[in-house]
Structures are given as structure tokens and as C-alpha cells.
């Protein structure tokens, strides 16, 4: 005969209230789990029905060797849900169990993050055991109220010549560089990773190829610039989702270090390949293209990630530069029009520069930043105005130079532009493993300026 449960009024008071502490932890029982099965792999879009999970949800499939495959939704048609894998799909056949997960998806964060290499998962690729990790964030961020941003006042010392005197950089704004294949882009980027006055460096290569990612850890960066950056990686054979998540993990580890008041660098390398990371998923699951087969969601992504980086509403500030390739040194492509518009300027860099052997290649003509009138004096920005007009001089005249059709005497402007010319060009070089500090720069760069007026 059974015995009747005890009615929990006659209990003494301490077990009561142990009874109700443990049903406190226990919470509300946890909701079935429905299984869907996969009945459609078109590329790397999976089909699934029988199941439901949100847009962003995580799911994992059950291939037929018993391995998880874990994959995330990015769209629905009906009761059709679109998958789209984070890793290798092989094993996977028709009819695989695929089973939501259902937690969203994060970071982790810590100053152990520091000097490490991950992948697009937050996962160690450089061999030094597990992450030492002080908390998780999410992976979408945390959304800032705009009017709580504070202004951009104060300039960043990147440690480069050119850049700090002519294209000044403020602390929390975002620039793009602009660049084809072969031009010094990476080299630069090293450069501002070793020599900035950021208190953390935040660096992550996108879509590019596997050998880069050692040589830029190694021999650009070199231990130096490792000693405070945080590196994630997520070369071109990596899924589409994966390259997207790995600028989204990127971002969040920067947020990160900025909300607790310190000043962060970071380098995305590059904004055309998480472009196209985001136009291979739209295209897989039917969103038609728009421009030059970019399809509309692209030009929604880039400004999600662009409006994460900035000054923060707890202190701090997030400086990004984002790299931009230009095919074929093309300056309209779709992207590189998209970057111009959200972003507070860009630092382009020149072929022919670069096949001259000028480096960094940067075109001052074609460069510009938008908050250098608000964080620079006038006596700074009256000696990088006179620069850029005796540069800009001799170059619209450098074919009559060349010619001997230039007559010394006719215009005291040009004669001013091309006897300061080599002088300008001498100042614009700058060597790998030579930094040169903000203050330094400007100073350089006015007594260039003086000289010239004397």
C-alpha cells in the first residue's frame, strides 16, 4: 500500500524552507526538445523540418558516424528552416537528426585573452592550452544609446608619420584602408599594432589566406606587438559563417576591453571578405542580388559591425580600422562605396607608390579623416593643408616635369612645390621597424612647413 505524500504544512519550518530553497535552484522544468530531420543540402545550405529554433538559434546535426555537427539558422521558408554549418560537413545524410540547442550564442573575454591566437569559435589555435576567460559576452554586443557616446576630442598616436601628421587619428574613430593586393596593407597594419599608444590591440584577419595567419603573428607582429593583442583568425577555407563570426567575435572581445576604460585598437583585415563571407550566405538561400551581386542584406551587415566600434557609454574607446580591397585598384566598388559612407574616413594606399618602392604606400591626395579639425590645433591643420597643396601641385604637374616643358620662374607656387618636392616624398617614407611618435610627427611636420615659408 502506498504511503500519501506529507502535506508540506505539517513539516517543521527548516525543512520547509529547504524544501523551497531546493525548488528555487530546480527553476521551471526544462521544455521538450522537438527534433527535426534534414531533408535538403544544396552547397553548404542545410533543409530542415520537423523542428523549430529562432533566426541566429543554434542547431546540431546528427551525422551518420555520430558526430555533431553544429550549424546555425539563418533563415526560414514555411516550416522549412536554413542551416548554415560552422565546420566540415562530411558524414551528413539525408534524414540526420538535427536537434536545436537553444542557447545563444558568446564570447569569451579576459585579459588571458591576451597574446593568444583564436578562431572565429573562440577557440585556441596557437597551442597554448584552453582560454583563461573572466566572463562571456554575446556575440550581437551590447546596443549603445547614440546620444550617450562621447564626442571624439583626443588623437591616438599610431606610431606612423604620415598618418599622425597629415590623416590624424581620434581615439574611438573608425577609418578604412583602402588597398589592392600587394601594396604594403599588412605591413602597415603591423606597424599600428606595434607602435600605438592603445592600451590593447584587437586584430582580426578575415577571409584571408591560411600561410598570412603565421606570418603576421610571427613575423610582423613579432612578440612585441603580441604582448598586448588579442588575434582572431579565420582564413578563407573556413565556412562562410565562421568568417562572419569571426569580425562579430573580434568586435566583442574589443567591446570588451573598452567598457572597462581602456583604449582599444582594432584592425580588420578586411571588410570586403566578411562582405562577401555575408553575400555567399544570403545567395545559398535565395536572396536575389542587387548590386553587382551583392545582395540588400550585405549593406545591413557592414554598419551592424562598423556601429559597435567608437567611443563607449562607460569610458574607453574602440579605434578600428577596417581594410578595404579594391579589385583591380577599383575605388567604386560596391563595398569600397558602401565603407566610404559609414565610416569617418579612409587612408588610401597606391600601386604605383608601392611599385616605386615608397612605403607606406599611403596616397595623401586620396586619403582623408574626418575628425582631424576637431582634435588638432590650427597650427596643425594650416602646416597639413600647405602639405597636402605643394604634394598635390607637383602631382598635377608631374608630366610636365618629366618633359622638360616646366620652365623654372613662371610660377613661384610650382617652383615652391618642386624644389620642396623631395623633401615631402622623404618625409612620407618611413621603415618597417621605425616608430614615430604623435608629437613628433606634428613637430616634424611644422618645422617641414616653416622651412618651406622661410
Known sequence: MAMAAPDPGTLPARWRQALAARRARLGAPPRPVVEGKLVRMVGLTLEAVGCSAPVGGRCQVIGADGRAIEAEVVGFAGERLFLMPTGDLHGLTAGARVVPVGSKLSVPVGEGLLGRVIDGAARPLDGRGPLEAQARVPLSGRPLNPMARPPIREPLDVGVRAINALLTVGR????????GSGVGKSVLLGMMTRFTGADVTVVALIGERGREVKEFVEGILGPEGMRRAVVVATPADHPPLMRLHGAWVATSIAEWFRDRGLDVLLLMDSLTRFAQAQREIALAIGEPPA?????????ARLPQLVERAGTGDRGGSITAFY???????????????????????HVALSRELAEAGHYPAID???????????????????????FRELY?????NRDLISVGAYERGNDPRLDEAVSMHPRLMEFLRQGQD?????????????????????
Open 364 to 386: 595623401v591626395e586620396g586619403s582623408i579623416s574626418r575628425a582631424m579639425n576637431e582634435i588638432t590645433d590650427r597650427d596643425h591643420q594650416g602646416a597639413a593643408r600647405r
Open 172 to 179: 574611438g574613430q573608425r577609418l578604412g584602408l583602402f588597398a
Open 291 to 299: 548590386t553587382k551581386g551583392y545582395p540588400p542584406s550585405v549593406f
Open 392 to 396: 598635390s601641385l607637383y602631382r598635377r
Open 434 to 454: 621605425e616608430r614615430v611618435p604623435y608629437t613628433e610627427s606634428v613637430s616634424a611636420l611644422k618645422a617641414l612647413l616653416a622651412e618651406s615659408a622661410g
Open 323 to 345: 581594410t578595404v580591397l579594391t579589385e583591380g585598384d577599383d575605388h567604386n566598388d560596391p563595398i569600397a562605396d558602401a565603407a566610404r559612407a559609414i565610416l569617418d574616413g
